[in-house]
C-alpha cells in the first residue's frame, strides 16, 4: 500500500473542493454564468491556484462529474470483454442527472467530457499490466482504448442542425469503437 503524503493529500483535497465548488455553482447558476474566481472564491483558494489545477470551469465542472468514475477491469475472462465492460461502466455509471444534462447542452462542457478519454489511459495501462501484459504493449493497447473511447462519445454527443442531439445507445457506441481492438487485446492477454 502506498503512502501518501500530507502535500499530496492537500492537494488532492484542493483539486476536490475545486470540482465540487464548480459543478455546484455551475448548477445554481449556469456553467456560463460561474466565473474561475467564484469557484476559487468558492472552494477557499485564490484564482492563481485555481489555474494550477484547471485550464478552465468547464475542466473544473466536467471533472467533479468524472472523478469518481475509474475504469476497472474484472479480473479473469477474454480481456477484451474486460476492457469493453469497464469502459462502458465507466461512461454510463449513474450519476447526478442534472450535471450530465448539463453537459450534454453545453458545448464547452461536451468538448471537456469527450476530452476525458484520455484520463482512462493510466488506470487502463495499470489494469492491463496486472492481467500479465508487457507495461509498453498495455501503454499502447489504453491509448488505443481511449481513442476509442473518445470517437464513441463524439458520436453519442452529436450536433445537428445548430442544436445538440445525444445519438444512439452510448453502451452501444462505445462497444462497437472498441470491436476493432478486440483481437489485439485477446492476444495480447494470452
Request: neutral net charge; proline residues 7%; aromatic residues 4%.
Amino acid at each position: 500500500m502506498a503512502v501518501t503524503s500530507l502535500r499530496e493529500r492537500k492537494k488532492q483535497a484542493t483539486r476536490v473542493a475545486l470540482q465540487e465548488a464548480a459543478l455546484r455553482l455551475a448548477l445554481a447558476k449556469g456553467p456560463d454564468n460561474v466565473r474561475v474566481d467564484e469557484i476559487a472564491d468558492a472552494a477557499g483558494v485564490s484564482p492563481r491556484t485555481y489555474n494550477n489545477y484547471f485550464p478552465s470551469r468547464e475542466h473544473a465542472i466536467v471533472a467533479a462529474v468524472t472523478a469518481s468514475r475509474m475504469p476497472a477491469l474484472a479480473a479473469g475472462g477474454p480481456l477484451a470483454a474486460a476492457v469493453a465492460d469497464a469502459v462502458v461502466g465507466h461512461y454510463t455509471e449513474p450519476g447526478d442527472p442534472a450535471a450530465m444534462l448539463m453537459i450534454t447542452t453545453n458545448p464547452g462542457l461536451r468538448a471537456c467530457y469527450v476530452d476525458t478519454a484520455a484520463g482512462i489511459e493510466g488506470p487502463l495501462t495499470e489494469a492491463i499490466v496486472s492481467r500479465g501484459v508487457d507495461a509498453k504493449t498495455a501503454e499502447v493497447l489504453a491509448a488505443a482504448i481511449g481513442a476509442a473511447a473518445k470517437v464513441a462519445l463524439r458520436r453519442w454527443l452529436k450536433p445537428a442542425g445548430g442544436l445538440m442531439m445525444v445519438s444512439g445507445s452510448l453502451p452501444e457506441l462505445i462497444r462497437a469503437a472498441l470491436e476493432p481492438l478486440a483481437p489485439a487485446l485477446d492476444a495480447t492477454a494470452g
